[in-house]
């Protein structure tokens, strides 16, 4: 009897455990380009901490999130490219702004020697601007038109979010601080426009060169979650156009029916 019970409970024992068949949904997203987007995908989801299994092509890129993921977190991963540009200003078309009359409507805003142009829509802006001859960068909200001159993409190591105010702290790698460095060193008494996926969020005007490797950003009116992800995204690098094709179910069969 007691050799019986001592085999049942190696039986017992051996049994593997039984686990619940992984389900969730699906997404299918298309690539701008046959190049390879996982290793990106893979850093921002690390930095906000979120599951999801990557599974890549040459054409489109599949994200399985499991049934307890944060799906719109994770959407949120792919909703923006996190091109981050900071750049010079044309200091003889800025002086021509501050010096010239403009069309009704625009309104010409002097701070030292450099100016911006402001107006009721882009729309309007762009309608009644006449040619820079260089490059226009716009603001949303209010609308402002800045002339651009040349642009810095510095590579984030790291992001960091604050509370009083609300905004983040960059930390650029050693190329990245020395050449923002000499950026804002040939723009003191221009305005740095900051542009995020082509748009201005500020164009502060330098008063002296930044020289240790950081800057503080603020983005519009994002509440803190939605800055946690731009950190995530900034540090994860820039992500080529991401277009959602379809979301599905995936699991044991019937699983979503």
């Not at 750049?87 to 800025?94: L, M, P």
Request: proline share 5%; hydrophobic share 40%; glycine share 8%.
């Amino acid at each position: 009897m007691t050799r019986a019970l001592g085999a049942f409970a190696l039986l017992l024992l051996a049994c593997p455990e039984r686990r619940a068949p992984e389900r969730g949904l699906q997404l299918v997203y298309r690539k701008a380009s046959a190049d390879s987007v996982r290793s990106i995908v893979d850093r921002r989801l690390a930095q906000l901490k979120l599951r999801a299994n990557l599974q890549e092509d040459a054409t489109t890129l599949t994200v399985r999130v499991p049934e307890d993921g944060d799906l719109s977190r994770i959407k949120s991963v792919f909703a923006q490219a996190a091109k981050l540009e900071f750049c010079g200003e044309d200091a003889n078309i800025a002086a021509r702004w501050c010096r010239d009359a403009w069309p009704a409507g625009i309104t010409t805003e002097r701070t030292g020697t450099t100016c911006m142009q402001r107006g009721d829509t882009r729309g309007a802006l762009e309608q009644a601007l006449p040619d820079a001859g260089s490059e226009v960068a716009f603001a949303q909200k209010p609308a402002s038109a800045y002339v651009v001159g040349s642009c810095l993409s510095p590579r984030i190591v790291s992001a960091e979010v604050h509370d009083q105010p609300l905004s983040l702290t960059l930390d650029f790698d050693r190329a990245g601080a020395r050449d923002f460095a000499e950026l804002t060193r040939s723009a003191v008494g221009r305005r740095l426009i900051i542009r995020l996926d082509g748009v201005v969020q500020s164009a502060p005007v330098v008063r002296e060169p930044i020289t240790a490797g950081k800057a503080m950003l603020t983005v519009g009116e994002q509440d803190r979650a939605a800055l946690e992800v731009l950190a995530a995204n900034l540090v994860g690098g820039e992500l080529p156009g991401m277009k959602l094709e379809r979301e599905e179910t995936w699991g044991p069969p019937g699983f979503g029916r």
